[in-house]
């Protein structure tokens, strides 16, 4: 059996994006937790209305334009942005797919430098689909019919077209596929991808997971639930699972991108190895 080792990080959070600045969050105890306003819709109705959004995001900022860029979801682009950012901390260079090897920059479709792009593959948890777009198209189906949806919205909606997209902009020809087991998809992805290398399918496995729900339906979904935080006046103090008076959970977004490597392949490029890993586990006691 293979030895499966961690050799990137790529956090993309509401409290920093990148290694270094998401790790300085957490050290100083920086949150982000705030009342939120869905547009158009009467917030009233919302017995919650804390979360922790990421403020400010701009795919462009980090991996470029593209034709492509405008149609993709949220989910989608904080998982782009986090197999970007975890394949520069694993030491893995980028360059332009084609003929020639210029750097990987505005937009371009990339290749992973001295790597085979057979032996790479993407398996990520994503706990919803892509609903700040199926929200937005489901609205104008209903308003405009078929013709107020766009051709763009099915291919980047459904659950697996997250490592699709992330597969074809990195040309990763391996595994590729979504799984969905609600709060516990980025951990099966995870363990998927161990079992993946250990056996001997893939030499470097792009994991993790990534979910952008902080959208009127689900958010609303989980508010009739009572299972948010009501701490609308303390946002910053709604977020307290520990705590004697929690009332609920506060819900985020963003993304959480490793990169697996069969540890041979990692020591042969000269990877610094974060740990290994050598088991899991799986319940059923919800």
Known sequence: MNRVVITGLGPVTPVGIGRETYWNSLIQGKASFRNVEFENRDMSQYRSRVAAPIGGFDLSYYVGKSKHSKHLGRTSQFAIVGTMLALQDAGILLEKKGLTDDPCVDGAECKLQGIDPFRVGVILGI????????????????????????????????????????????????????????????????????????????????????????????????????????????????????????????????????????????????????????????????
Do not use: W
């Not at 291919?155 to 074809?168: F, G, M």
């Not at 040309?171 to 087991?181: H, I, K």
């Not at 307290?240 to 490793?258: K, S």
């Not at 697996?260 to 890993?277: D, M, N, P, S, T």
């Open 127 to 286: 706990g919803a689909e892509a609903m700040d777009l199926m929200e937005y198209y489901h609205e104008r189906f209903l308003s405009k019919g078929p013709r107020g949806v766009s051709p763009f919205a099915l291919p980047n909606v459904y659950l697996s077209s997250t490592p699709s997209l992330i597969a074809k902009r990195f040309s990763m020809g391996g595994t590729s596929y979504a799984l969905c087991t609600a709060c516990a998809s980025a951990t099966h992805a995870m363990i998927n991808s161990f079992l993946q290398i250990q056996r001997g399918g893939e030499d470097l496995i792009i994991t993790g997971g990534a979910d952008a729900c902080i959208t009127p339906y689900v958010f609303g979904a989980f508010d009739v639930m009572r299972a948010m935080s009501t701490r609308n006046d303390e946002p910053e103090k709604a977020c307290r699972p520990f705590d004697r008076q929690r009332d609920g959970f506060v819900m985020g977004e963003g993304a959480g991108i490793l990169v697996f490597e069969e540890l041979e392949h990692a020591r042969k490029r000269g990877a610094h190895v974060y740990g290994e890993i050598i088991g899991f586990g799986m319940t059923a006691d919800a």
